[in-house]
């Protein structure tokens, strides 16, 4: 007999009487995406199920909750739309547009880098995201290669996407909620790879900064074919962020532009005053890198 906590264990239910579960399309670490179907209409969707072992826990059932919350505040073409949320059987669940494609994280085990242009333009799409959440006071705190679908776009253009903003904070109140702190003070959260120095720290006052260091972290990933700072234990990769500035990228790909490469390296500075303050700003910098020759 299966539980609902087993990946395939709500396929062939009804959730909330609206939609039929189908097929399991991934597994994370409180719960399972599946593909499911709109019984009024057939529209596709994915569902994301929290496992009922973590919905009894306040904190990982708030990030959840939070995560429906934020993506739905930031519009964007950029960001995964979730449409719907409830809860059956104990498990609460978020209902978001069907997303066909891979993550970033795969392409690039897979191919290790991306054509500088192709990395450019991710980057671009990445920040546009960022710049309608940081609008509405919502910081992602996770962003990283997985957390980046790259979907074909309706000019048959590729599009990313960010997802799973289940580690976000919201800065303020949006839509009527009220802006909850998700974590303890000295608790760190996310993917040391990608993780700002603030936020390795768990700084009190990480902010938005700590998402475009994230991207700048993505770009020299995508250009090099590893993250900026690296290591064989987890302890020494946030020692090297905290204290090491990133290498150069063309160290592994020295047919980047000067001004690209000086580009890189502010997004990945140390200090959050040193970097671009803003998604807007950011974004403004990387095309005039990328325009020059």
Same mark, same amino acid.
């Given at each position: 007999m299966t539980t609902a906590s087993e990946p395939g264990a709500w396929a062939g239910r009804t959730l909330g009487g609206r939609y039929l579960v189908l097929r399991v399309l991934g597994? %994370? /670490?409180?719960?399972?995406?599946?593909?499911?179907?709109?019984?009024? %209409?057939?529209?596709?969707?994915?569902?994301?199920?929290?496992?009922?072992?973590?919905?009894k826990d306040p904190?990982?059932?708030g990030r959840f909750a939070r995560e429906g919350r934020a993506a739905s505040a930031a519009s964007s073409e950029h960001i995964v739309r979730v449409l719907d949320g409830? $809860?059956?059987?104990?498990?609460?669940?978020?209902?978001?547009?069907?997303?066909? %494609?891979d993550d970033l994280g795969k392409r690039l085990r897979r191919e290790r880098t991306l054509p500088v242009d192709e990395a450019l333009r991710v980057a671009d799409q990445l920040l546009r995201g960022l710049e309608a959440a940081h609008a509405q006071g919502v910081v992602h705190r996770d962003l990283k290669p997985?957390?980046?679908?790259?979907?074909?776009?309706?000019?048959?253009?590729?599009?990313a996407k960010i997802?799973?903003?289940?580690?976000?904070?919201?800065?303020?109140?949006? /839509?009527?909620?009220?802006?909850?702190?998700?974590?303890?003070?000295?608790?760190v959260l996310g993917t040391p790879l990608y993780m700002s120095?603030?936020?390795?720290?768990?700084?009190?006052?990480?902010?938005?900064?700590?998402d475009l260091y994230a991207v700048g972290a993505i770009l020299f990933e995508c250009?090099?074919?590893?993250?900026?700072?690296v290591g064989e234990a987890y302890e020494q990769i946030?020692?090297?962020?905290? $204290?090491?500035?990133?290498?150069?990228?063309r160290r592994w790909r020295p047919e980047v532009s000067g001004d690209l490469a000086a580009f890189v390296a502010r997004a990945l500075a140390r200090e959050p005053d040193e970097r671009f303050q803003t998604a807007a700003e950011m974004r403004g910098a990387l095309d005039a890198a990328a325009r020059v020759p």
């Open positions: 597994r %994370g /670490g409180m719960g399972v995406v599946y593909e499911a179907v709109a019984l009024a %209409g057939g529209e596709r969707f994915a569902v994301k199920i929290l496992d009922r072992e973590w919905s904190t990982v059932a409830g $809860t059956e059987d104990g498990s609460p669940y978020l209902v978001m547009e069907l997303l066909q %494609g997985d957390n980046v679908m790259v979907v074909p776009g309706a000019a048959g253009d590729a599009v997802v799973d903003f289940g580690m976000s904070r919201i800065e303020r109140a949006v /839509g009527g909620t009220r802006p909850l702190p998700l974590t303890r003070r000295g608790i120095p603030e936020q390795v720290r768990a700084s009190r006052d990480v902010d938005a900064r700590t250009l090099a074919g590893r993250p900026p700072h946030l020692l090297d962020i905290c $204290t090491e500035d990133a290498p150069d990228v």
